[in-house]
């Protein structure tokens, strides 16, 4: 089920449309913080625009917990990468690679093309690469608050094993 959510969000991403509801709850009137927006783009499994928000956070405002929020983003793809790979739902890598490519309307006449089997190792590859780099620079930052958020991270991961990539942890959130 949680599948088919996910492939139906990547199409109408694809086409362009943009959701209002989530949880058929309506859009709050406030503006959604970076962690809330984010949180919905991983629920989504809108990884593309989950980094894209993680890294304007950045931009915008550096700080441990932004390079730990993009940390996270990037073990979160591949942990779904690997529950994927496990599942063999080489369709929904494919799906995930498109994603994670797809960025202009001109890439709908001039597709991004590979196996999805290549595609996945290609994915890992890279978000474990940045994964490494974004985990050492928030640790430069502050190490006592990396270290606690990825306490927190940890015990997430271990409350939610097969499912952990699809949000931040609850006390990221509040």
Same mark, same amino acid.
């Given at each position: 089920?949680?599948?088919?959510?996910?492939?139906?969000?990547?199409?109408?991403?694809?086409?362009?449309?943009?959701?209002?509801?989530?949880?058929?709850? =309506?859009?709050?009137?406030?503006?959604?913080?970076?962690?809330?927006?984010?949180?919905?783009?991983?629920?989504?499994?809108?990884?593309?625009?989950?980094?894209? !928000?993680?890294?304007?956070?950045?931009?915008?405002? =550096?700080?441990?917990?932004?390079?730990?929020?993009?940390?996270?983003?990037?073990?979160?793809?591949?942990?779904?990468?690997?529950?994927?790979?496990?599942?063999? !739902?080489?369709?929904?890598?494919?799906?995930?690679?498109?994603?994670?490519?797809?960025?202009?309307?001109?890439?709908?006449?001039?597709?991004?093309?590979?196996?999805?089997?290549?595609?996945?190792?290609?994915?890992?590859?890279?978000?474990?690469?940045? !994964?490494?780099?974004?985990?050492?620079?928030?640790?430069?930052?502050?190490?006592?608050?990396?270290?606690?958020?990825?306490?927190?991270?940890?015990?997430?991961?271990?409350?939610?094993?097969?499912?952990?990539?699809?949000?931040? =942890?609850?006390?990221?959130?509040?």
């Amino acid at each position: 089920m949680k599948r088919m959510i996910a492939l139906l969000g990547c199409l109408l991403m694809v086409s362009g449309a943009c959701l209002t509801e989530v949880r058929a709850n =309506p859009a709050p009137a406030s503006p959604l913080s970076v962690v809330e927006k984010t949180g919905l783009y991983l629920l989504a499994g809108d990884y593309r625009r989950a980094l894209e !928000s993680c890294e304007q956070a950045i931009q915008e405002r =550096p700080s441990v917990e932004a390079y730990v929020r993009l940390t996270y983003v990037y073990q979160a793809i591949d942990a779904y990468l690997e529950q994927l790979s496990k599942d063999e !739902s080489w369709m929904a890598v494919e799906h995930l690679y498109l994603n994670l490519a797809y960025r202009h309307t001109e890439d709908l006449v001039d597709p991004p093309g590979g196996l999805a089997r290549m595609a996945k190792e290609m994915i890992q590859t890279s978000v474990r690469q940045q !994964s490494d780099v974004s985990a050492a620079m928030a640790v430069r930052l502050n190490k006592a608050a990396s270290d606690r958020l990825w306490q927190e991270q940890t015990q997430w991961r271990q409350a939610h094993p097969t499912t952990w990539w699809q949000a931040f =942890p609850d006390a990221w959130v509040q």
